[in-house]
Structure formats: structure tokens, C-alpha cells
């Protein structure tokens, strides 16, 4: 299953991530880059030119992330967002519907 925005995800258990103390941790997806335009920093190597930014729960920043590093948990049923005057939440399918 593709990862997309919103979703929250779980970071997969490899020696870099154990490294660096992110291993199991979880957390919601905020966006996603194509590293060669923007810069961003990212935690591993992909095999496309594409990272995926996490908001870990319980940390202040998000990290960049190549997705091979990234496990699907769910789409974050009840995840509200709201653009203009214009409220969505988020379905168990993924769907974003009015509210």
C-alpha cells in the first residue's frame, strides 16, 4: 500500500534506524519531496528521487524519510484538516470527506 499524506506510519526496524534511535517509533505523515529540487535532509537512501516527511509523535520536528523506511499503520480515520472555509476528515479507506 502506497503511503500518502495523512496516513500514520511506523518506522521499519533496519541497523540505521536502530542507530539512530527511530526504529518502532510512529508517527503521521505531513508531506512528501523530491529531495534532488528541495535539499531536505533525508534518514536512508531511496531508490527513487522521493522522501516522506513524518511528524513523530512526541517529538517538536519532523524528519525526511526514503518510504522504503516507512511501514503503513492506517489512514488515520477522524483526521480532520480544514482549507479555507472548507472542512475534511479523513475515512478508514483513506478518503477525505466533508464534515
Known amino acids: 500500500m502506497a503511503i500518502s499524506f495523512g496516513d500514520n506510519v511506523r518506522v521499519a526496524s533496519t541497523p540505521l534506524t536502530v542507530s539512530l534511535?527511530?526504529?518502532?517509533?510512529?508517527?503521521?505523515?505531513?508531506?512528501?519531496?523530491?529531495?534532488?529540487?528541495?535539499?531536505?535532509?533525508?534518514?536512508?537512501?531511496?531508490?527513487?528521487d522521493y522522501a516522506v516527511n513524518v511528524q513523530l509523535d512526541g517529538r517538536d520536528e519532523s524528519l525526511w524519510f526514503a518510504p522504503e523506511l516507512l511501514e503503513f499503520v492506517d489512514h488515520a480515520p477522524g483526521t480532520e484538516i480544514v482549507i479555507g472555509n472548507k472542512r475534511l476528515v479523513r475515512t478508514a479507506s483513506g478518503e477525505w470527506v466533508e464534515g
Request: charge should be negative; glycine fraction near 22%; charged fraction near 10%.
Open 21 to 48: 534511535g527511530l526504529a518502532g517509533l510512529m508517527g503521521q505523515v505531513y508531506g512528501e519531496t523530491t529531495p534532488s529540487v528541495t535539499g531536505v535532509e533525508v534518514v536512508g537512501r531511496s531508490a527513487a
